[in-house]
């Protein structure tokens, strides 16, 4: 079930700017500044605008901390200092195209995948069709451009706010490859997620059109389309993937078409 959702400020000095997320959200702005989310009952998540950008930030006692975009310090700077240390490399197939790849991220959630591969020359287009994960994806890469270590990368990347089904559907190899993270499952027994992930699915809920999302990109894709799932999870449903990259809680399904350039 998707949370009950508003924005708020941070402080007053905010306001006008939480205002006009809202506006883009279609969402109720609340008329006075937020500086204590812990003590605020309802509604359960807000999108919240500060001095350190737009954040989901969880309401109530004992509530997590903010979660926003930032690709300079911590998990994501650490991802983006590894380089090509990660499984997703290679699966995407990188180091054996003769050429910089075109990719379309069909599930941009939070970026950092795409981040990584902005580092290897990608291009990237990322599309995310919840809302309100595009609105702190695209506040995260508008104060990530002003990093002079990341430039070069958002340079090289586009988003899109939407679905990317349709367009995958009306553009044939269009691209070389297709990359695709739907929401895991939820698994009741599983350890505690990370909240970054907790607060996205009560946002986003299910992928439930993973499979369609899989077929079509299967149409946009010259060369493969690479798919995340839990490491002992079934394919999605659809033709059998080529190959498999595991890692120690998820694996990454290869869907060859023709080989890479």
């Not at 205002?19 to 359960?44: I, Y």
């Not at 270590?149 to 490859?177: I, K, N």
């Not at 505690?192 to 499979?211: C, H, I, Y």
Request: aromatic share 4%.
């Amino acid at each position: 079930m998707v949370a009950e959702l508003q924005v708020a400020a941070a402080g007053p000095e905010w306001l006008p700017v939480a205002a006009e997320v809202a506006q883009r959200l279609g969402l109720e702005c609340l008329p006075e500044p937020v500086d204590r989310p812990a003590k605020v009952a309802s509604p359960a998540l807000l999108v919240l605008v500060s001095g350190e950008g737009v954040s989901l930030q969880a309401t109530g006692k004992k509530a997590p901390g903010p979660v926003r975009v930032d690709w300079v310090h911590g998990r994501s700077g650490h991802r983006r200092r590894q380089g090509g240390a990660e499984l997703l490399v290679k699966a995407i197939g990188v180091g054996r195209a003769s050429r910089p790849l075109r990719i379309l991220d069909a599930t941009a959630g939070l970026g950092e995948d795409a981040l990584v591969l902005a580092g290897f020359d990608c291009e990237l287009m990322l599309f995310e069709r919840s809302p309100v994960i595009a609105e702190l994806l695209a506040d995260g890469m508008a104060r990530a451009a002003q990093e002079p270590a990341l430039s070069d990368r958002l340079a090289r990347m586009q988003l899109e706010r939407g679905d990317a089904t349709r367009w995958l559907a009306d553009h044939p190899e269009a691209v070389d490859v297709v990359y695709l993270d739907p929401m895991f499952p939820e698994k009741r027994n599983s350890a505690a997620v990370r909240k970054e992930m907790q607060l996205a699915r009560s946002v986003v809920g299910d992928d439930g059109d993973a499979a369609v999302l899989l077929e079509t990109g299967l149409t946009a894709a010259r060369h493969r389309v690479v798919v995340k799932r839990p490491r002992r999870a079934d394919p999605l449903p659809g033709p059998e993937p080529a190959t498999s990259v595991e890692g120690r809680s998820s694996r990454f399904d290869v869907y060859s078409r023709r080989a890479l350039p």
